[in-house]
């Protein structure tokens, strides 16, 4: 049986929580996989920063060291937004048992997203804790301990906060956004 943890988000710019995430489900004895899925365009919103074939390469650099963990371009090659639930499907075609990763921050809106009565009923999900918020027992805790957002980190950029095997290409991209944006 495969069991798959999918983690997917805008990861603009991926950051040493989204790192601190994906270590954590690699040591989870009931995940066989883990498969980081950048979006091409998040749902929730109307851009995206960095372009999601640059997140993509980001990404596959960032992971490439990591055993049983895969980065999908699914979304990314869908040149399009893609609710969750379509990614959950495909996937489904693939594997016996699939976790969702989300962070705590996503709660609050979980019940907005496109056919949640059908992804509750398709997936465990697994939620990494942040900023304090409670989880419910319903969900998988995953405890991390790394107040970061790429929002935050977008705005006001620290190195340090950057995975080391892309820190400075990272850095150099949105520095050179933000001058752009001023």
């Keep these: 049986m495969k069991r798959v943890a ?3 988000g805008s990861f603009d710019p991926p950051h040493i929580a989204h790192e601190a995430i994906v270590t954590a489900l690699c040591n989870l004895d009931f995940i066989d996989k883990v ?3 950048p979006t091409y365009l998040n ?13 993509l ?10 055993e049983n963990v895969e980065i999908s371009d699914y979304e990314v090659k869908k040149g399009q937004k893609v609710p969750t639930i379509q990614s959950v499907r495909h996937l489904l075609k693939i594997y016996d048992k699939l976790y969702l990763v989300i962070g705590a921050d ?3 809106s979980l019940h907005k997203w496109y056919n949640y009565d059908e992804l509750k009923k398709s997936v465990t999900f697994i939620v990494a804790s942040r900023d304090n918020i409670e989880i419910d027992d319903a969900y998988i805790e995953l405890k991390i301990d790394e107040g970061i957002s790429s929002t935050a980190l977008r705005e006001n950029l620290d190195i340090s ?5 892309c820190a400075q290409e990272i ?4 520095k050179e ?3 752009k944006q001023n």
């Design 57 to 66: 390469k980001w990404l596959k650099s960032i992971f490439s060291d990591f």
């Design 161 to 165: 906060k950057l995975p080391k095997k």
């Design 177 to 179: 956004h933000n001058a």
């Design 35 to 37: 498969i980081i899925m």
């Design 6 to 8: 999918l983690y997917g």
């Design 106 to 108: 996503n709660l609050a």
């Design 171 to 174: 850095a150099h991209y949105y």
């Design 43 to 55: 749902p929730f919103k109307e851009s995206a920063t960095a372009p999601a074939e640059l997140r």
